[in-house]
């Protein structure tokens, strides 16, 4: 657990996910991510369902305030496990079999492979009320360190092309461009033509 914020509004960053927490983290994924997942995961009532079902806790690093409030979180994605787990049979008691077929397969096309020596990061957002208060950059350096810790050598995310203030912040921590993917023949199903792929070296 670590400490961050000025002595007025004071939050940890800490491992994992409160269980009083996972229906708020829900609504706070779906919020962000909702523009590429509406297809995969709508409606929305459905997929606060699935999200909440799915999270792994062992994959995620959440900010919380003095209080208790949840503030945002960042997942993480390695050979055991990601942040946003579940196959297609858990997929499949939120929104059937045959609804779960051409869930799947759209997920599979956003779906990246770990990498050696790599932490892929597997989302991150904060909520509205402390997007002030350094909370990304803080869970990012969570995440850094996570990476140092584990022996590996880099972390590497994605970001969209409707995202420019994400990338701002990712630049601003020491993450390269290294690669771009378009999407624009699927860009009415996810609501973005590229994808760009940045990287950091740590440790």
Known sequence: MINAGDSGASYTIRDGLRTEHRAIAAAGYWEAFSRKLRYPLGPENKALVFLERVFDADHAISAVSRDGAFLGVAGFKTPAGAFVGGGLEEMAKVYGWLGSVARGWLIGILERKCEPGTLLMDGIFVRPEARSLGVGSAL???????????????????V??????????YQSRGFEARSHVSMSALKPVFG????????KTVG
């Open 140 to 158: 990012l350096e969570a995440i850094e360190r996570r990476a140092v810790a584990n022996g590996l050598k880099q972390v590497r995310l994605d």
């Open 160 to 169: 969209i092309d409707e995202n420019p203030r994400a990338r701002v912040l």
């Open 192 to 199: 973005f033509r590229s994808t760009t792929t940045m990287i």
